[in-house]
């Protein structure tokens, strides 16, 4: 139940109702939200009210108040105020107001209104600290009412109501009247009324959902005189739906069960089932019983009908079942319904009702020959087989009017009980007896006892009976041959026409003796209830009841008696009683008397004759009055001849037959009142079984009272139902079971009512109702008869359920049924299957369709009752609909590529299958790896995996399959998901699967990638290219590249796992780190390598030092031995010579981390330091640290290997290409070498004086880390490996042998060495800026790839000052003067503005001979501010050392010297004694002259300095200029032959322009001094008077002069114009064109730059003059005829063509445009690079003016342009060509297309 204050669901921990908020809205009529009610603040250290109010005041009248003002501050306070501003309120003339400490001063305050209305005002106090004021309010009376801002309604279910209140109070000084208005589902209680003054009111609210949302309405309040004025209050309710649900222990499809099992009958069992309230509110139900049949009784009963549960809380509910009939199954059902609810609960009840089992332990009771007048007593054991408490009944004279007599009668019998019975047999007359006792059993069929005996007296004795001849007669009753005397079955069997069975019973001569089977019986054997309304009912009853039935069922009684019922309830009397005998003898028929009884017969025996009657006499009377009186009057008859034996034959001797008539009566006189009877009935309804068959009830009558009591029923008041006994005395204590038989009809009404009539009196009645109505069977089927089934996909199955209900009283068998064409596709579980009364069950259906259709079935329900299976059936057809289609199943995405996923993990994800057809599609997926891979990767375990691989998908649904993928190996995987449609059976049928997507995974392991590489510190000086071979950066991208081994994944991540120094290594991928050399005490050798992780997958990263991987030990445990090795280890790691940061990381896809290596030079030696590269989950790479450390004094030259490979080269050339070998100098001091060529000339004499290696540079000079280029050439004579040892010495230095080898080949086998871009390994651009670098390079490494020699190829680079605010220096340097005279860069030097970008441009010039280019630019970058702090710190050195000239100090320290030394000699007596060295300086070492003066300064030692910084004597150094920072640039080609690139690069060599005067000279230089060999292999002896121009300082002068003089000459207008006008006259030759002298004749090939030699133009050139002379003479004398003129004109445009051919074909013609273009598309990439030029911008046609405005305005802005092109000169810090910067805009303009 709810709390008094639950807690708010919208609102935590407010309760419902008003919230907890004090401050309540308050609301008014003409201000809301004014308070009346003054509350005190405090300012600045001054209590006082925050305002002052007036209230109840009238116009023209005064009214003061005073205000309080009290200091609660230690400290006096001084307050000065400021009087109101209006005239209606004044206070007293403004003075300082002196607070002391805990005092108060009291300010009057006057009102003075003269209207009626509202009145404001402040006044103003300023203290020290502050200003505040005080508000001055003057009120009238208005309405007001205090109401709550909100008020919470508990939470409650939907449908339900739940309540609150709320006080409001009306505020005002006037009386007001209210009314509410809300919405629904609110309601407020009262709604209007009147409010006094200060009065409140509570009013309720009820809240009554409909819905489960959240209501927030405002509830108005109209209040004042008219209703003008109206506040509001919030109401706020929750609701939700109730969910009850049902709990027990049983559960079925669609509804819960409670089982009560096995219930005796007449005994009650109660059950309990839960009530579950799951939701948060609380919620009221109902429980109610489903319709049941019409007249079909309760057995159930449930006290709870209705009631609340709180939230979450349960309600156990109690059931108790009663039943009523044996052997029945009663089941019920409990509906739980709630309002508001969603759905609702059912309960199945179900119990069945046991009866007693009870059994004698004998069906024969056999009494043998008894003398008469004697007495034999025999037992009889009852006995109760069940646990069901029994009563039984044997239905026998208890007084002296019978044979047979049981001291026990009735009775009750417990539960596995028995019960002992005296069973006496007392004989009168000498006759055989035999009578069948009926033991009545409540709720059960009787059982019956056969009593026999024969009594013999001295006269007669007549045949004996035993048992055997009861069941010959049963067997002869059957066959109807028991209604012959015995005599006549005698004769009949001696005349053979009968004969006897195998077990003594006659059979007619016609039926075969073995024919004794059911076959030969004439009649049916009655059941035990049958038997005993046989015995005991009237002939006509009898007769009646058996014709309605079936006629010829039962064999016809041989004796009656009529009528079997005497009642005497009119004092004494005597009637008739008639016996019929229907046999075919004679009958004796003998009556017992009984002694004292009021009841006597008259005659006690007689004969009878066949088919005769006779009349007996019965007379009542009672020996005294006023007692109930009854009695069994018993009659034994029997055929005359058995009385005597020797009559009658053992084979056919018949028992006799017992008559007993019931007699009752009464000795009350007339007006005399009867007892009142005490009885209890059960049960007092008897309801019969439905079905149109004689049916049998019980009830049990017991008499509970001290008297006896009589009962009857009279047949006639109801005719159809037939009572035994029909009448009746009950002794007190004791009981009779009442047996009802009825056969129950159509046309009967629902209930007979029956009068049992007790203590013969009406007064005494108690009705009994009787149901005896025959019901047609009645089933109902869900939905209306109609099976709808969802689409389904053929060949798949789907089901439905559908719940049958028996409607009616009868248990009832049913089956459905099935045409032929509806069995392949529609089948039903179960089939076959028994409903009890009410009950109702679900049967599973399932439609499998074989085709694309809609079927319409209609199966049929056939039902017949359980008792009555050969009854007619009932049908019930139903109609089913299916609608079958063919389903597909296809994913969202077909392709899902997972990427790369690391090997060894799994990746798990999502693969959304969509149903998009109209049915349900149940499927199983597989999985087909993609043909093609390796064997082995076929044999790997299961790589992806799938949840749910199995299942149903409904219709346009969309199912999330989770798979989950690890692969084993760096591999691409791709998977074929498919899918089979399962059948009808679940299985996979035959056709092929349907492919739903492929999923590609790439098995990865993490990796990383050395982007770049950078050196400072002491290797400062190596290039790019020189740090990427000393630290194998190729073979280390190449080890992180490949796949780990299973050893190296032994330890996944970074674990200690080595008791050893060294660690073990798990790994073969083993290379060198060499961080080369350098002198002892110079800076760290740092290189910083950029790491980045190329894959999509995480990578973590360790370098594991030998002291990572060792497990710590104890120090016990530590060895004091150790090996050289270890301690060299040791004192590497103690030192921290080999330092790696960060040691550690973690890389995200992409990302990149600098991780920096440094080598400390401390100790002079060479340093090994192994460290493990381990990825985690991937690679380990054994990195070997190498570092050498020189001693200062030492020349040393580093090389990172002994070993050297020459570039393989082709056998067969004329030129084989230069190559360099690099010597690095990794000393403190410039060294000399020498290599020793002794080797090489004895393999010079090995192959045949041939060349084979020579070295260009044997000797040379190398300064302190830089690297000298020795040039060799390497010649093969045949295509083999050549190795040689050649010794290299170093002059006051150690000497070392490096061996070259270089292999030659044959390219007709092998294709030629190319150099190309994408075949440099090492970055071009550089990505790890070094710290304090301000100057970058756009490309660090420029690849020209292979060139012609005598080419000339240029690239663009760009130099960036990334800072903000520094400016820079920049100097190019050529590492060697054939890198000077090969790659030139310009701008050499220059300044770069911050945030400026500089354009260079790098041209390579290559030589007249193939060389492999591999050079070094350095570019020094120096910071202007720090060369300025330079200058300025030597200038103050060289004021500061010019001022010491002069100056001197003499101090008091001095004086007191004991030794008076001079200076000099007293620096070195401190420095003795404080350092303790000796007294004697060393001698410098002995060096040459040249490396003293190239030899830098020695710096004093520490202890020097230390000792100078003391004694306070240093002097003042020198400042040094600033380092400059160091930038390589790389430049790499290789240059070959021109015969040979043509061969090798057909395709590229019209790309390259040959500088052939360059090429001309040097050939005929270096082969042929007096002779230029032709680019056509033609050679000419050079003419005197033409010099030959070579590359150098005179060609640069001759060029910028003619490009000068060209540039004049096209701005010049008066040259413009001849240009235009002599476009006829003869083409001039100059004398710098002119012919060279003619050489032999020579054949040669021409050119394979396609132009023509300078033979062939030097010929055409000496013609030309002739010509031209002779055409000048010949045009002074004109032909007079035009046919000459003509042809005139036509021999000169032919010459003019030729000598224009001639032009264009010299060499010096094709140099200058090659230059003249050159310089143009560099000024354009200037122009662009300034922002003057936009090369994306789309180009304009523009229409040239005349020739006249052309002229016009080429002589009017020449002057301007002029000025503007002067102007961009000095903008341009760049110069791309030797010559002279000219304009683009001004080349495009002037020149002219013919002019090209």
């Known amino acids: 139940m709810l709390t008094d204050h639950p807690v708010n669901p919208l609102s935590s921990g407010i309760p419902f109702g008003v919230p907890h908020n004090p401050h309540r809205k308050r609301v008014s009529r003409l201000r809301p939200g004014s308070p009346l009610k003054r509350t005190q603040n405090c300012f600045f250290g001054v209590e006082t009210w925050a305002e002052l109010v007036w209230e ?49 001063y009291s300010l009057p305050v006057t009102f003075q209104p003269l209207e009626k209305c509202e009145y404001t005002d402040t006044i103003e106090f300023q203290g020290k600290e502050g200003t505040f004021h005080v508000s001055l309010r003057a009120v009238i009376p208005h309405h007001a009412l205090d109401v709550p801002d909100t008020v919470m309604l508990p939470p409650c279910a939907a449908q339900h109501s739940s309540e609150t209140s709320f006080l409001f109070r009306n505020s005002s000084k006037l009386q007001t009247g209210f009314r509410w208005f809300v919405d629904p589902p609110f309601q407020l209680s009262p709604e209007t009324g009147q409010l006094k003054p200060g009065e409140e009111c509570r009013v309720t609210v009820e809240f009554k959902p409909q819905q489960a949302v959240v209501y927030q309405t405002e509830a108005c309040c109209a209040f004042g005189d008219d209703g003008e004025s109206s506040c509001t209050v919030l109401l706020r309710g929750l609701s939700k739906y109730p969910y009850l649900q049902i709990s027990s222990m049983g559960q079925e499809e669609g509804c819960k069960v409670l089982e009560f099992g096995s219930v005796a009958v007449g005994d009650s069992l109660e059950r ?330 008259s005659p006690l025996s007689c004969e009878l004759g066949p088919l005769k009657k006779t009349a007996f006499r019965v007379t009542y009377s009672p020996n005294q009055q006023n007692v109930f009186h009854a009695a069994h009057l018993e009659c034994f008859a029997f055929y005359k001849v058995l009385r005597d034996h020797r009559n009658v034959e053992d084979r056919t001797l018949c028992p006799p037959w017992c008559l007993t008539i019931r007699a009752s009566g ?335 995974a790439e098995g990865v392991y993490p990796t990383l990638e050395v982007m770049d590489a950078r050196s ?112 060299h280890l040791m004192k590497i790691q103690d030192h921290r010579l080999f330092s790696v940061s960060p040691r550690s990381g973690k890389l995200l896809p992409g990302q990149q981390r600098t991780v920096q290596f440094t080598y400390r030079h401390d100790f002079v030696g060479i340093d090994r330091l192994p460290v493990l590269l381990k990825l985690s989950h991937g690679r380990e790479i054994l990195m070997n640290f190498i570092g050498v450390t020189v001693d200062r004094e030492r020349r040393y030259i580093y090389l990172s290997s002994n070993r050297h490979i020459f570039s393989p080269v082709a056998i067969g050339g004329f030129s084989p290409p230069k190559q360099v070998f690099e010597l690095y100098n990794g000393g403190a001091f410039p060294l000399r070498y020498h290599i020793d060529t002794t080797p090489l000339e004895e393999l010079m004499e090995e192959n045949f004086s041939h060349p084979v290696l020579q070295c260009l540079n044997p000797g040379g000079e190398v300064e302190p880390g830089h690297t000298a280029l020795v040039e060799w050439i390497f010649s093969p004579l045949e295509a083999k490996t050549y190795t040689v040892d050649v010794p290299i010495h170093v002059v006051e230095g150690d000497s070392m042998f490096v061996t070259f080898e270089g292999q030659g080949f044959d390219e007709r086998e092998s294709k030629p060495i190319e150099i190309q871009d994408g075949c440099i390994t090492v970055p071009c651009t550089q990505r790890i800026p070094i710290p304090g670098q301000v100057v970058f390079l756009s490309e660090e490494r420029v690849c020209f790839g292979d060139i012609p020699v005598g080419s000339r190829s240029t690239r663009i680079l760009f130099l960036t000052n990334v800072s903000h605010t520094d400016q820079a220096l920049y100097k190019w340097n050529g590492t060697s003067t054939e890198c000077q005279q090969t790659v030139k860069i310009h701008p050499e030097s220059g300044r770069l503005a911050p945030e400026e970008s500089v354009l260079c441009i790098l041209t390579i010039q290559a030589s007249d001979s193939p060389t492999f280019y591999q050079q070094d630019l350095i570019c020094e970058i120096t910071l202007v501010k720090k060369l300025a702090q330079y200058h300025k710190d030597l200038r103050k050195w060289e004021e500061e050392t010019e001022r010491q000239k002069y100056e001197f100090t003499i101090t008091e320290k001095d004086l007191i010297q004991t030794n008076q030394l001079d200076k000099c000699t007293q620096e070195g007596a401190v420095f003795e004694q404080k350092t303790g060295t000796r007294k004697y300086k060393t001698l410098p070492p002995i060096r040459s002259s040249d490396q003293a003066e190239s030899s830098p300064p020695e710096r004093p030692s520490r202890a020097e ?140 090939p021409r050119s394979p730059a396609g132009n023509q030699s300078p033979v062939e133009m030097s010929n055409v050139a000496s013609v030309t003059p002739a010509e031209t002379y002779t055409g000048n003479c010949s045009t002074a004398d004109k032909p007079k005829n035009e046919y000459d003129q003509e042809s005139l004109k036509e021999v000169q445009e032919e010459i003019k063509m030729k000598v224009q051919e001639s032009i264009r074909r010299l060499p010096e013609f094709c140099d200058l445009v090659e230059d003249i273009l050159l310089n143009t598309l560099q000024n354009l990439v200037t122009e662009a690079f300034l922002g003057e030029l936009v090369l994306t911008t789309r180009p304009r046609i523009i229409a040239l003016p005349p020739s006249s405005s052309r002229k016009n305005s080429l002589g009017s802005n020449r002057q301007s342009r002029a000025g503007s092109n002067t102007n961009r000169e000095q903008m341009r810090p760049l110069a791309t060509s030797p010559s002279s910067y000219m304009s683009t805009q001004a080349i495009v303009s002037n020149l002219e297309p013919d002019q090209l």
């Open 56 to 104: 109840g005041w009238e116009p023209g009248r005064e009214y003061t108040k005073s205000l309080f003002l009290k200091s609660i501050r230690g400290k006096l306070q001084k307050l000065t105020f400021r009087p109101p501003a209006s005239k209606f309120f004044s206070t007293p003339f403004p003075q300082t107001i002196l607070l002391s400490p805990g005092t108060s």
């Open 272 to 601: 309990h089932f839960e009530i579950l309230n799951l939701s948060t509110v609380s919620t009221t139900f109902s429980l109610s019983w489903l319709r049941r049949p019409t007249l079909m009784q309760s057995v159930f009963s449930c006290e709870v009908h209705e009631g609340e549960i709180a939230p979450n809380s349960v309600l156990k509910v109690s059931v108790c079942f009663s039943p009523l009939t044996v052997d029945s199954i009663s089941v019920d059902y409990l509906s739980l319904t709630c309002p508001g609810a969603v759905s609702k609960d059912l309960l199945k009840v179900s119990g069945t009702c046991i009866g007693p089992i009870v059994s004698l332990n004998t069906s024969v009771l056999d009494f043998g020959c008894v003398e008469e007048g004697k007495e034999v007593t025999h037992n009889v054991q009852i006995m109760n087989s069940s646990a069901v408490l029994a009563y039984y009944q044997f239905d026998v004279d208890t007084g002296s009017h019978s044979v047979f007599s049981i001291d026990k009668p009735h009775g009750s019998l417990p539960g596995s009980s028995k019960l002992i019975l005296r069973v006496k047999f007392r004989p009168f007359q000498a006759i055989a007896y035999h009578r069948t006792v009926t033991c009545l059993l409540l709720h059960r069929e009787p059982l019956f006892l056969d009593l026999i005996g024969t009594c013999h007296s001295e006269q007669l004795k007549p045949a004996v009976l035993n048992p055997r001849h009861l069941s010959v007669y049963r067997m002869n009753l059957l066959r109807g041959l028991t209604c012959y005397p015995p005599d006549v079955l005698s004769a009949l069997l001696d005349e053979h026409k009968l004969k006897l069975d195998n077990s003594g019973a006659l059979l007619i001569q016609e039926i075969p003796a073995e024919g004794t089977d059911k076959s030969t019986l004439l009649f049916n054997p009655r059941s035990p209830l049958e038997e005993y309304f046989h015995v005991n009912s009237a002939p006509e009853a009898e007769t009646q009841l058996d014709n309605a039935s079936n006629p010829s069922r039962f064999p016809t009684p041989h004796v009656t008696v009529q009528p079997s019922e005497l009642l005497f309830y009119d004092g004494p009397a005597s009637k008739s009683v008639s016996i019929t005998n229907h046999t075919k003898g004679k009958i004796c028929l003998m009556w017992t008397h009984g002694a004292e009884s009021p009841f006597s017969i």
């Open 666 to 1000: 009464h000795s009350f006189q007339p007006g005399k009142e009867h007892f009142i009877p005490n009885f209890s009935l059960q049960h007092p309804k008897v309801v019969f079984p439905a079905l149109k068959q004689v049916s049998y009830r019980s009830i049990l009558l017991q008499n509970t009272g001290d008297l006896p009591l009589i009962f009857r029923l009279d047949p006639e008041e109801c005719p159809s139902v037939c009572v035994l006994p029909p009448s009746g005395l009950v002794s007190p204590g004791s009981h009779q079971i009442l047996t009802f038989r009825c056969t129950p009809s159509l046309d009967h009404p629902a209930s007979i009512p029956l009068a049992l009539h007790l203590n013969a009196s009406p007064k005494h009645t108690q009705v009994l109702n009787v149901v005896a109505v025959a019901e047609k069977l009645s089933m109902s089927v869900e939905g209306d008869g109609n099976l709808f089934f969802q689409p389904t996909a053929v060949g798949s199955r789907s089901e439905r359920t559908l719940r049958v209900k028996n409607m009616s009283r009868v248990s009832v068998e049913f089956k459905w049924r099935l045409c032929g064409t509806d069995q392949s596709v529609l089948t039903v579980l179960p089939d076959t299957d028994t409903l009890q009364p009410n009950e109702s069950k679900v049967q599973k259906w399932s439609f499998a369709p074989i085709e694309e259709m809609m079927y319409n079935m209609k199966p049929s329900l056939t039902f017949w009752p359980v008792q009555t299976p050969q009854c007619k059936k009932f049908r019930l057809t139903i109609k089913a609909v299916g609608l079958a289609s063919k389903g597909s199943l296809q994913a969202e995405h077909p392709v899902i590529d997972l990427g790369e996923v690391l090997v060894g993990s799994c990746k798990s994800f999502d693969v959304p299958l969509l149903n998009d057809s109209p049915c349900a599609v149940s499927y199983c997926l597989t999985t087909d790896t993609v043909a093609g891979l390796p064997e082995d990767m076929t044999q790997d375990p299961l790589v992806l995996e799938m949840e749910n691989i199995s299942g149903t998908i409904p219709a346009d649904c969309r199912l999330s399959l989770r798979c989950s993928v690890k692969p084993t190996r760096r591999a691409h995987y791709c998977w074929t998901i498919s899918y089979h449609i399962l059948n009808a059976s679940g299985s996979i049928g035959h056709e092929q699967p349907q492919s739903v997507c492929h999923v590609q």
């Open 1016 to 1127: 400072c510190g002491s290797v400062e000086g190596l290039s790019k290219l020189q740090l990427w071979h000393l630290f194998n950066l190729d073979a280390l991208n190449t080890h992180l590249r490949r796949d780990p081994s299973p050893s190296e994944l032994t330890f996944r991540v970074p674990t200690r796992h080595s008791l050893q120094r060294c660690p073990s290594i798990f790994t073969s991928a083993t290379l060198d780190f060499s961080f080369s050399a350098a002198p002892l005490g110079s800076d760290p050798s740092s290189v910083l390598l950029l790491f980045k992780n190329p894959g999509s997958i995480p990578v973590e990263w360790s370098f594991l030092l030998p002291e990572d991987q060792q497990i710590e030990l104890e120090y016990w445990a530590e060895s004091g031995d150790f090996s050289p090795s270890e301690l």
């Open 1505 to 1644: 300095q230390r000792a100078q910084q003391q004694t306070g004597q240093e002097r003042r150094r020198r400042p040094e200029p600033p380092r400059p920072a160091v930038l390589h640039l790389g430049v790499t080609a290789r240059s070959q032959s021109l015969m040979e690139y043509q061969t090798h690069f057909p395709t590229q060599f019209n790309t390259h322009y040959i500088n052939r005067l360059f090429y001309y000279h040097i050939s005929s230089w270096s082969r042929q001094p007096k002779l230029f060999q032709s680019g056509t292999g033609e050679s000419c002896h050079c003419p005197a008077d033409l010099p030959t121009l070579t590359p150098g300082p005179e060609r640069d002068v001759i060029t910028d002069v003619l490009t000068s003089l060209l540039q004049s000459l096209l701005d010049e207008p008066q040259f413009q114009q001849c240009l235009v006008e002599g476009d006829n006259e003869q083409v001039p030759y100059f004398t710098q064109l002119r012919p060279a002298p003619v050489l032999p004749t020579q054949t040669q």
